[in-house]
C-alpha cells in the first residue's frame, strides 16, 4: 500500500506544470491525508479484532437484554422531563443487537435524546463505524464545526458535531469494543449538556462490560 501511495503521490507531482505547483501540492496533501487515515482504519479494525478474539475465548458474545441496558441510560438531565424508556432486543440471520433510549424535554419544546446500542452480538456491524469515529476528524464551515468528542474517558471514541445555525449539538461515541452511544441536543450554544449528560452516565464502567 505504501509503493502504491509512493506511486500517486509522485505522479501528482509529475503531471503539475509549474503554474500548478501549488494545486499539485494541495493533491498531494489531501493523498496524504486520505493515505494516514486509511492506516488508521486498518490499525484500529487489527486491534478490534484481537480484543473480539479475547471475548470469544471468554465466550462472550451476546448484546445484553434491552432492559438490562435501559439501566446504563440517564434518570435525569437538569431541567428536563425524563421520558419513559425505550427500546429492544433483536436476532434475525445471524446479526443480533440490543437498543436503549430515552428523551428529556422541555416545555418549551427543546429535548436531550440518549440512545445506546450494544453490538456485542454483531460485532461486525460495529467495527467500522467505531474505526472511522476513532480518526480525528476535524471540519467545520459556516453550518457546523465538527471534531473528536470532548468527553475524555478510557474505552471511549467518538466525534461532536454542533450545527451553528440550527443550535443543534449532536455526539457520537463507541465504547468498550461494543456500545453505541448517540446523544442529540436540540437549542444547545454548545457541546457542554451533551458531554455533561455523557459523563454522568460512567462510560468507563460501560466500556469494561
Known sequence: MKKNFLLLAAAVFLLGSCEKAQKAQESYSNISKLADASEGISASLDKAKEERAEREKRGDTLSLPYKELQQYL????????????????????????????????????????VSLIDYNGS????????????LGMEQEDDEHIMGPTAVKADGVKGMDTFYKKEGRAEMTLAVGGRFLLTLKG?????????????EDMDLEKLAKL
Do not use: C, H, W
Open 186 to 198: 436540540g437549542k444547545q450554544k454548545d457541546m457542554a449538556l451533551l458531554k455533561s449528560v455523557a
Open 123 to 134: 460485532n461486525e456491524l460495529y467495527q467500522g463505524a467505531a474505526a472511522m469515529l476513532g
Open 74 to 113: 440517564p434518570a435525569t438531565v437538569d431541567g428536563y422531563t425524563p421520558g419513559e424508556l425505550k427500546g429492544q432486543s433483536q436476532k434475525m440471520s445471524g446479526i443480533a443487537f440490543s437498543t436503549a433510549e430515552r428523551t428529556f424535554t422541555k416545555a418549551d419544546g427543546d429535548d436531550v435524546e
